[in-house]
């Protein structure tokens, strides 16, 4: 699973960070921005599915890098 | 405030100064959702009331055809003449004027800046609790939640916490006096106006270390900010910033008087306050914002003239059916909580971080001193009207152990 957040559908709700604090943080006028790579944990899928729930903006992406006989096909979600 | 006729015809005619609507706008917003999801009136020279969440914020996002000009629904139309910033920018501004004014405003209300105001702000809660702690009855409202938010935005602005008072009543007048006649309004805009501009010219004789001095200072498009847009920006936060943090500790508190098991878990349970401040921010978001129609024009199948209000009852899509579970239940530890109380779109309250670390501090403080309340008189609860939604007077008994 993998987080990404729209930049040009963002407007700093702060929702992403303050419920997955591991996933995203803030900038310096309170926008959320994935930590690192936007690989997520198994551990903490369920936050971040939680982070995408609680978004007002709708601004977060989820996909998956699913191997299908040997060949990655990419599914989007939100 | 009984300067208009009650209202007989929600659909057709409503009013949002209405004493039914202070009473229990919840039960006007649903019977309207399912029979009349765009509602009219004539009044203020005319307005609409969306009151689906999928509606309100489609308004919200289209800044094209709805101008920000004005927020606050009365006779009153600030002057085209002001644009691009507008009378109280940045959430009088369109884009693309509204941008970098706004951005300008945001590092001060960050998370990591508002953080470092907490501990001022829990001392202030402390003082406050300190003054009714030994009282069987408190007023919740009156003598604790309206005193937060004013002493935090005038500690910040760099305004004396002794003109508490003035500003209480120059924010009352703005969104509360909202039927008065023309003349009145714009009085109380001076009066609003030549108090500010007595300060402003003070910091520009004496900078200091605050928001006043820090605006005076910022430059928009290459040049210094005016002291007449400092002054309207200043009037934004006293506005924005004290009637709505003091409307959502109040409801937050009026909740947790008559819900006894929501206030004992939440003691027992601190670490469930980030989830319950969301919850009170949803059921009972204070702000319902407003827009104008820019031009003539149909929208969902309403015939809109220019220069009609539209209403945009963040706290109505909060209690949509279409957007949540079970809306009108208070949930304190609903997980999954998309809820509109700061807005959608650009103009997502600057002040959001800010309004819940106060909350959070506020409920925290008073939970502490006193985790056992009830409402004294729950007929003698009054409530805000207009556009900003709260308890008033909220007398409650606090229960000894």
């Not at chain 1, 303050?18 to 936050?47: C, M």
């Not at chain 2, 309207?232 to 910033?241: D, F, K, S």
């Not at chain 2, 909580?337 to 959001?352: T, V």
Request: aromatic share 8%; charged share 25%.
């Amino acid at each position: 699973m993998k987080v990404a957040i729209d930049r040009a559908r963002c407007a700093g709700h702060g929702r992403c960070y303050f419920t997955a604090p591991e996933l995203f943080e803030p900038d310096e006028i309170g926008d959320g921005y994935v930590i690192g790579d936007g690989v997520v944990a198994p551990s903490l899928e369920a936050k971040a599915r939680l982070a995408v729930a609680n978004c007002p903006e709708r601004a977060i992406d989820i996909s998956f890098d699913v191997p299908v006989d040997g060949i990655d096909a990419t599914a989007g979600a939100s | 405030m009984g300067h208009h006729e009650p209202v007989a015809d929600w659909a057709r005619d409503f009013d949002h100064t209405d004493d039914a609507w202070a009473a229990d706008p919840y039960a006007i917003w649903d019977e309207l959702r399912g029979t009349c999801p765009v509602a009219h009136t004539g009044r203020y020279g005319g307005a609409w009331l969306p009151t689906r969440y999928d509606d309100i914020a489609a308004v919200a996002y289209d800044t094209d055809r709805f101008t920000s000009r004005s927020v606050v629904v009365s006779e009153f139309r600030p002057p085209d003449a002001l644009a691009p910033a507008g009378i109280a920018p940045p959430i009088s501004s369109d884009p693309p004027y509204h941008q970098d004014a706004r951005r300008m405003l945001l590092p001060i209300f960050s998370p990591q800046a508002v953080e470092k105001l907490e501990p001022a702000t829990r001392a202030y809660c402390e003082e406050l609790i300190d003054a009714v702690r030994d009282r069987d009855v408190v007023d919740a409202a009156e003598e604790y939640a309206q005193h937060i938010p004013v002493r935090v935005i005038a500690n910040m602005l760099g305004l004396p916490e002794a003109d508490a008072d003035v500003f209480r009543g120059f924010v009352n007048h703005v969104l509360e006096g909202v039927s008065l006649p023309m003349d009145q309004r714009a009085e109380g805009m001076m009066a609003l106006f030549g108090y500010l501009q007595g300060h402003i010219e003070d910091h520009v004789a004496r900078p200091r270390d605050d928001l006043i001095s820090f605006l005076l200072d910022s430059e928009l498009d290459g040049e210094k900010l005016n002291p007449f847009h400092v002054a309207r920006t200043i009037a934004l936060l006293l506005i924005a910033g004290i009637d709505t943090t003091w409307s959502a500790i109040g409801a937050s508190l009026w909740h947790l008087a008559k819900t006894p098991h929501d206030r004992e878990r939440l003691v027992a349970e601190p670490a469930l306050m980030p989830l319950a401040i969301e919850e009170f921010l949803r059921a009972y978001a204070p702000v319902t914002m407003a827009r104008l129609v820019r031009e003539d024009m149909e929208w969902n199948g309403c015939p809109m003239k220019a220069e009609e209000w539209v209403l945009l009852p963040f706290p109505a899509a909060n209690r949509d059916p279409a957007a949540f579970e079970r809306p009108n239940d208070v949930i304190i530890d609903r997980e999954v909580n998309r809820h509109a109380a700061f807005g959608l779109g650009i103009h997502r309250c600057a002040g959001s971080h800010l309004a819940r670390m106060e909350m959070r501090v506020a409920l925290e403080s008073w939970l502490a001193a006193f985790p056992a309340f009830e409402l004294a008189d729950p007929a003698a609860v009054r409530w805000s009207e207009g556009q900003v939604r709260g308890p008033r007077t909220l007398p409650v008994t606090i229960i000894r152990g």
